[in-house]
């Protein structure tokens, strides 16, 4: 069969990629293979898959192809040019797909317990919020929440700097951030604030049992108001000379210590 073949930049699918590269409509953009790898692997429903001409000639896409067509999903040819018209990247890498993702209620990020979730407090470059959903699953968190003021975690940056960890990961949006945090203390987590004037180190918190760590926006971090919800503020130590780490580096180092701690625990039950 032969796949359908684009050549107009005003192809009405072009205008639904650009449309879904914000991540607020109905349909999300996965650029690149690696996405539309996973998205695959998670039985992910794809609307369709758009390759350029001449990028299937490389062995990877290839395979990304067939694995599509094998599970029902649409293929459309379409020349470099109306690539560069449906990616919002500077170098489109030759496919793309749209997915169907949706956000989850924040009880479904509470299990396997403990849970661990991440809150995004007005994290609004989508690079790092990305990195924070790649940063929860790599550390064996149950979840995140895109909270106030944040941004879109099915945009295509975030979707980008996730790598596919947003397919995988449940994920909440709360525009009231006071909501989320009363809902995860609710739920029996210890609300931990990160700040870098806090008077208590991470070496010597309390990160046992179900924990929700705050990580607040680039620059100002968390609002004071934010902070005084929580059960614990907390500081990375760090050596003199520097004030502060970029937000998703200073989360992820948070998430690794509450794994390593509980693997610690887990080791220590079984002896």
Known sequence: MTDPTITSRRHPVVARCRDAADGHAGEHLLDGPHLVTDALAAALPLAFVLVAEGADARQETAAIVDRARVAGCLIHRVTPAVLDAASPTRTPAGILALVTLHMRDIQDLLFPAPALVTVAVDVQDPGNLGTLIR????????????????????GWKALRGSMGSSLRLPIA????????LTALRDAGLHLVALAADAPTSLDDADLSGPVAVLAGSEGAGLSTEVAALCDVRVRIPMHAGVESLNVGVAASLVLFDVARRRRSHQEFARE
């Open 135 to 154: 940063s929860t699953e790599a550390a064996g968190g149950t979840g995140l929440v895109a909270a106030g003021h944040s941004a879109h975690p099915f």
């Open 173 to 180: 949006r709360a525009a009231d951030t006071r909501g989320a």
